[in-house]
């Protein structure tokens, strides 16, 4: 039986260790690359059955016409969004499509009430003073979740685990989703509302909704226009799903509280990468890093052994599903 190949692009230590542990029951023969996916890497595909990529590797049309010369026969995404990938030109070359629909929910809804938390109370500002010697509390005046309204945006079940987590600090949460789950909803006492009424309303807007024609830039000029000035955003989904110049511009202006994203729409250049001796020249990203009301990390929500552990377990399924 011939041995299954797989090409695994942007990879990473902490990734490479647990699937080389699951592959242990599956037998496929893995080579890690440390480079991104995109249509200039696509021709190293060549010889392989399937290419598992993730957030930030790029399967438009030129890289999957690339693929299919490469006799390349599955895409297999360890991650759940495939906003990356041309399905149309993935269905007309014959190339199935498989991701991972649901690894944790609750690491990335945990890392987002940690977001949230940490930048409400300033915590990093907190952490830097006292690690030299600085005990002042100037500066550092946070507020009370209890009480507070939390607006969700997308019910999935990353979403639902964030409202439900929210709800354990006292918090009133209101819902948004084009597709409600209302029996959910009536069941834990939550309330779906209009998007406009949760945007005046909620004091924390956190993201949950995949990105899509209807979802891009939903946060934007006119949404934040519509918010209370001392909103907190949370952002854990896509980072398109807000235009990050109406961000810097709000912030500029003190039109929110503060923002905490764990991506960034221009994030594949930087995330994943050191660039502490080097000079960032996306101005945009570098704007945002000088607020000291912004928290960002890199796209790090994911990042549990519980999570990579059910990714690797359904990718590699996956692949032999597939393949």
């Known amino acids: 039986m011939k041995e299954t190949r797989i090409a695994f692009y942007d990879s990473h230590s902490y990734e490479r260790k647990i699937f080389d542990r699951i592959n242990s029951r599956y037998g496929f023969k893995i080579d890690y690359f440390d480079f991104k996916l995109n249509s200039k890497t ?22 999957v016409a690339i693929l299919s010369q490469n006799q390349v026969k599955t895409i297999a995404l360890r991650c759940a969004g495939f906003n990356n990938v041309d399905l149309n030109a993935c269905k007309a070359k014959g190339i199935s499509v498989v991701r991972v629909p649901a ?14 938390l940490s930048l409400t109370r300033h915590l990093p ?9 600085n005990f002042t509390l100037e500066g550092l005046v946070g507020r009370d979740l209890n009480g ?10 990353i979403g639902k685990v964030m409202a439900e987590l929210l709800r354990g600090f006292g918090m009133q949460v209101l819902l948004f989703d084009p597709m409600p789950d209302k029996t959910w909803a009536k ?17 924390v807007i956190s993201l949950h909704c995949p990105l899509n024609d209807e979802t891009f830039h939903i946060i934007n000029d006119s949404s934040i226009g519509l918010m209370k000035k001392d909103v907190v955003l949370i952002n854990t989904g896509r980072g398109a799903l807000i235009d990050t110049e109406a961000l810097v511009n709000a912030l500029k202006k003190k039109r929110i509280g503060g923002a905490a994203l764990d991506v960034y729409e221009e994030e594949s250049k930087y995330f994943f990468s050191d660039w502490s001796d080097q000079i960032i020249t996306d101005d ?4 945002l890093l000088t607020f000291p009301n912004v928290l960002i990390t890199s796209h790090q929500g994911f990042l549990t052994e519980n999570a990579l552990e059910a990714i690797a377990e359904v990718t590699l399924e996956n692949v032999k599903l597939s393949c």
């Open 103 to 116: 690894y944790s929910p609750h690491a990335i809804a945990e890392h987002a009430v940690a977001l949230l």
């Open 125 to 133: 500002q907190a952490y830097i003073r006292t690690k030299t010697g």
């Open 148 to 157: 507070l309204t939390a607006g969700i945006l997308g019910t999935g079940k």
């Open 42 to 63: 696509a021709p190293t595909s060549r010889g392989y059955d399937a290419v598992c990529i993730f957030v930030n590797d790029l399967a438009d049309e030129d890289v």
């Open 187 to 203: 069941e834990k006492e939550f309330e779906y509302v209009e998007f406009r009424n949760l945007l005046e309303k909620s004091d």
């Open 284 to 287: 945009i990203l570098a704007r």
